[in-house]
T-cell receptor, first 113, second 114 residues
C-alpha cells in the first residue's frame, strides 16, 4: 500500500501529558499538510510543509503544538501539556508540487482524559 | 466566518436514484474545488475535483457542477448505491498564496436506502 500512513491510529492520554503523532506521506509527495477534525465539523488546516520547510501555520496551532519534517519525508506533530480541548482526529495529507488534490491518511484519533 | 458551507446536514435517497449534494462558498479567490467521502474513524477519501475554469467534471457515477456566478457547486451521484452511504465533504483551495490548503465545509451525511 503506497497511501499516506499515520501512527498511532488511536491515542488516549491524560491531561498534561505530551503526545507525538507520525505521518508518512505518499512517496515523492513533497507537500505535506496537517489538519484537525472535531465532531460535526470538517477538517481544519493546521500547518503545511514544502519538503522540510514549514511554510504556514494556522492560528489554531498554539505554542503547545509543534510539527517537524526533518528530512522532507515523514512528519511528526507533537502536542505538549495536552488539554481536553485537544481531543480530535488529527489528519495528515500529501500532494506533489503543482497538484491541488490532497490525499489523506487514516488519521490519529486523540482522546484527552 | 464559514467560507465553505454545506447547509444540508443529512440526505436520504433510495438505491438507484440520484443523490445531489450541495455546497456554497463565499471567497471568490477559490480556484479549485474537491469532494471527499468519509467513513467513521477513517480519513477522507478523494472523489472528484473541478477547476474554476470548468463548469462540469464527470467520473463514472460522480459528476460535479460548478456555478461560479452563484458561488455554488454540487455533486451528483447516479445511480446511488448503499455503499455510497457516508459523510461527504466539499473543500476549496486557492484563496491566495502558495499553500493550497483546503477549506472544508461541515459535511453532509448521505444515507442510501436499499
Amino acid at each position: 500500500d503506497t497511501g499516506v500512513s499515520q501512527d498511532p491510529r488511536h491515542k488516549i492520554t491524560k491531561r498534561g501529558q505530551n503526545v507525538t503523532f507520525r505521518c508518512d506521506p505518499i512517496s515523492e509527495h513533497n507537500r505535506l499538510y496537517w489538519y484537525r477534525q472535531t465532531l460535526g465539523q470538517g477538517p481544519e488546516f493546521l500547518t503545511y510543509f514544502q519538503n522540510e520547510a514549514q511554510l504556514e501555520k494556522s492560528r489554531l496551532l498554539s505554542d503547545r503544538f509543534s510539527a517537524e519534517r526533518p528530512k522532507g519525508s515523514f512528519s511528526t506533530l507533537e502536542i505538549q501539556r495536552t488539554e481536553q480541548g485537544d481531543s480530535a482526529m488529527y489528519l495528515c495529507a500529501s500532494t506533489p508540487t503543482g497538484r491541488q488534490t490532497q490525499y489523506f491518511g487514516p488519521g490519529t484519533r486523540l482522546l484527552v482524559l | 466566518d464559514q467560507q465553505v458551507k454545506q447547509n444540508s446536514p443529512s440526505l436520504s435517497v433510495q438505491e438507484g436514484r440520484i443523490s445531489i449534494l450541495n455546497c456554497d462558498y463565499t471567497n471568490s479567490m477559490f480556484d479549485y474545488f474537491l469532494w471527499y467521502k468519509k467513513y467513521p474513524a477513517e480519513g477522507p477519501t478523494f472523489l472528484i475535483s473541478i477547476s474554476s475554469i470548468k463548469d462540469k467534471n464527470e467520473d463514472g457515477r460522480f459528476t460535479v457542477f460548478l456555478n461560479k456566478s452563484a458561488k455554488h457547486l454540487s455533486l451528483h451521484i447516479v445511480p446511488s448505491q448503499p455503499g455510497d452511504s457516508a459523510v461527504y465533504f466539499c473543500a476549496a483551495s486557492g484563496e491566495g498564496g502558495a499553500t493550497n490548503k483546503l477549506i472544508f465545509g461541515t459535511g453532509t451525511l448521505l444515507a442510501v436506502q436499499p
